[in-house]
């Protein structure tokens, strides 16, 4: 499998759109009685019903962390963004617990897959990440949100990011060769390593049940250099059904770390 997805993936990155019109999202009766407070409504109609509640779902998840963990942050990364369709979400919590000026980086490997309509995922992608950089015309607050295609593992960061964000992280090769990527981009210890030195004040991972979030936690606990702050757990939510709960875990770095 390993020779094969590395061919596969090395294919479908050089293929080229199969539609050239822009790509947009757009649904005539959302469900705006799910709408939290603070959520901007008119992104409703942008987004199709899926991305709408899923983007609802992170952010309600990402508001249960205590703010005081992140201190004014800026600059944010989003590992593994896939199509960033949660992007306006992920923008307004950071608009929430960010100062004045925020940066939101997506950045994803595999931005190459094309879908069953024809649409490749990185159009989806630039397209959510376009939609979130819109709210920065509310409350007097500069947003940048961009989506970019990369290896985190080789993959040179411009700056250090405040918030480096893990959404539900390949950490068992089964999974990672299941979705078709190259093993060359499969080192977790690698991962969480660089994700620890780039991360100016700390992390938050999303992981798919207890399995997942034990072995991120082993991780963390071998490499150090911080703390978990926070743990919970989420399952039940009025966005979208889930089979298994999502565990969340809330890294700070710490305060005498040395790059």
């Not at 992170?58 to 942050?73: A, C, D």
């Not at 939609?131 to 080789?154: F, H, K, M, R």
Request: aromatic share 16%.
């Amino acid at each position: 499998m390993w020779a094969s997805n590395q061919f596969f993936f090395e294919f479908r990155k050089h293929l080229p759109r199969l539609r050239w019109t822009d790509y947009r999202e757009s649904q005539a009766k959302p469900p705006l009685a799910l709408v939290p407070h603070g959520f901007p409504e008119e992104m409703a109609y942008k987004m199709r019903d899926q991305s709408f509640r899923l983007s609802l779902l992170y952010y309600s998840i990402l508001k249960q962390i205590e703010p005081s963990h992140f201190e004014s942050p800026r600059r944010f990364l989003d590992l593994g963004s896939r199509d960033f369709s949660y992007a306006v979400g992920l923008a307004v919590w950071a608009k929430e617990i960010g100062t004045d000026s925020i940066k939101v980086c997506g950045l994803e490997l595999d931005p190459y897959q094309t879908y069953w309509n024809g649409r490749k995922r990185k159009e989806v992608g630039l397209y959510h990440a376009s939609l979130a950089s819109s709210l920065s015309d509310q409350a007097g607050v500069e947003l940048n949100v961009a989506y970019e295609a990369g290896d985190w593992l080789t993959w040179n960061p411009p700056s250090q990011f405040d918030v480096i964000t893990h959404l539900f992280p390949f950490l068992f090769e089964d999974l990672h060769q299941g979705f078709g990527l190259p093993m060359r981009s499969f080192s977790p210890l690698e991962y969480y390593a660089k994700s620890i030195q780039a991360a100016g004040q700390g992390m938050v991972f999303f992981h798919q049940g207890r399995k997942e979030a034990r072995e991120s936690k082993a991780i963390l606990s071998q490499l150090g250099g911080g703390r978990i702050v926070q743990a919970f757990k989420v399952q039940e939510n009025p966005y979208l059904e889930r089979k298994f709960p999502i565990e969340v875990l809330v890294w700070k770095k710490s305060e005498d770390f040395e790059q």
